[in-house]
Each structure stands twice: as C-alpha cells, then as structure tokens.
C-alpha cells in the first residue's frame, strides 16, 4: 500500500507531540522566574519546537492615540525580528489590531520585502514566509497586549505549532505576564515607589478621597495630598487618576 508523503507527515507530528507539548509546557513554568536571557532561550526553544525559523514577542502598551511602548524578544532570525519590530513601530499595523480584538491565533502569509540595516548590507525578510500570531489577552484591568510571532519560510513546518497551539497560547500569556513584571520592577525602581505609596494608589483605585484616606491612615488630608503630589511627579504623570492607571497597567492592583 502507496504512504503518501501527507500521511508520514502525520505519522511523525503524532510521534513528536506528546514530548513536544510536555516540553513547552516545562517552558512556560520556567518563566515565572526566567531573566531576560533565560525568557530569549526559551523563545528561542519554543521556536524551534514548532517548527518556526524566527520568533518574536512583543509587548505593546499604548501611551497615546498614537504612541506605544514596546517590549520585545526575538529568537533565531534576529534580523527578521527586527524588521517586523520596526513595522509594527510604525504602524498602523494589522497585526497588532488582531491582538486587540481577538485571542484567537492567525496564520498569515508574510509578504516579500527589502530593508537595510546599512547601504552595503542588504537584509531580505520574509520572503514568502508563513507566520502563526498568537494573541496574549490582557487582563480586564490593563490595556497592554501581547502577540508571539512565529514564522518560517516553510508552511509546512508549522504544522507542529498548528497542533499544539492551546501550549502556544499558554506561552504567549506566560510571556506577557513576565514583560508586565518586569515593568512593573523597572517602574518601582525608577520611580522608588514604597509599599506606603502602593498602599496609597490602593485606596485610590479604590475611590477613596484624601479625607478617608488621611483618616484611615491618621494623617491630615493635605499631607495626603502632598504625598499623591510628589508620587504623580515621580510617576511622571498629571493627575492622581492617571496614576492609577498607570499602576493597574502594569498589574500592581
């Protein structure tokens, strides 16, 4: 009996994906605690499970109708990661107004193009590429999102991410949950924010005034007031409202 070559394709994706799946799984449980390098290994990693050739995360929080800070990691095709990172920087991008509206993961097909990290050094990226998006779903409180990005010159080799994409998801989430964190310790840091200034956000998110506040806490309402005053300016904020939403953006409450 003639085995196509679809059938020992399916042969070997059912052979691979138990160990596949258990192995990605082992890596989103790593990156509760990973570093950056260790969060680009694994990436890297999963990458390669899946079949993909270049991978990209990136980590998107809107600082205006028209401005968005990025966090990003990239793996494999570093060159190609940052042509898409560019794109995506200069909107508007359809990619990105996927992961806003839906959690659904997409496969699209990359169109060919030609960029140049300098005039002697052409860079070709994504030359007949296929690429799976996977949304990361913010949390109800935060308007940041995530999307992995895995592609390969080769359709078919994605087939292992087709299958296992529920681990993929997973992974996009656990990607998304370490960039948060790691902004919100880069927030603490850069603006020395206390426990007593968390306390305080708190019980504004709350939608309690400096009265209640200042009596909770056994102070006068203007020192309240002078404490939110001196917290917006490291903060780097106008208003006490903004701050909170800054601080439920990067998942303090």
């Not at 070997?12 to 799984?25: E, F, G, T, Y």
């Not at 990290?117 to 999102?145: E, F, K, T, Y």
Request: hydrophobic letters at 45%.
């Amino acid at each position: 009996m003639h085995t196509s070559q679809s059938e020992f394709l399916e042969q070997d994706l059912q052979r691979i994906w138990p160990s596949a799946a258990a192995d990605l799984c082992k890596l989103t449980s790593s990156l509760v605690v990973a570093d950056e390098a260790h969060a680009v290994a694994a990436l890297e990693m999963a990458a390669r499970t899946g079949g993909a050739e270049a991978a990209l995360f990136v980590w998107v929080i809107p600082q205006s109708d028209e401005h968005y800070w990025f966090r990003s990691l990239a793996a494999l095709d570093h060159r190609w990661g940052a042509s898409v990172l560019r794109d995506l920087h200069e909107g508007p991008c359809t990619w990105l107004a996927h992961a806003a509206r839906s959690s659904e993961p997409l496969l699209v097909r990359v169109p060919s193009t030609h960029t140049f990290d300098d005039a002697a050094s052409p860079v070709h990226v994504g030359q007949g590429r296929a690429a799976w998006l996977v949304p990361a779903p913010s949390p109800q409180s935060s308007d940041a999102l995530g999307l992995l990005i895995l592609a390969s010159a080769d359709e078919v080799k994605l087939e292992v991410t087709r299958q296992l994409l529920p681990v993929y998801r997973a992974l996009a989430m656990a990607l998304s949950d370490w960039s948060q964190r790691r902004a919100r310790e880069e927030l603490v840091q850069q603006a020395q924010l206390t426990d007593r200034d968390l306390d305080l956000l708190r019980r504004e998110w709350m939608g309690h005034g400096s009265k209640r506040i200042a009596a909770a806490l056994n102070a006068e309402p203007k020192t309240i007031d002078c404490r939110f005053h001196r917290l917006i300016v490291r903060l780097g904020v106008a208003t006490r409202r903004d701050a909170v939403r800054l601080c439920r953006r990067y998942g303090f409450f």
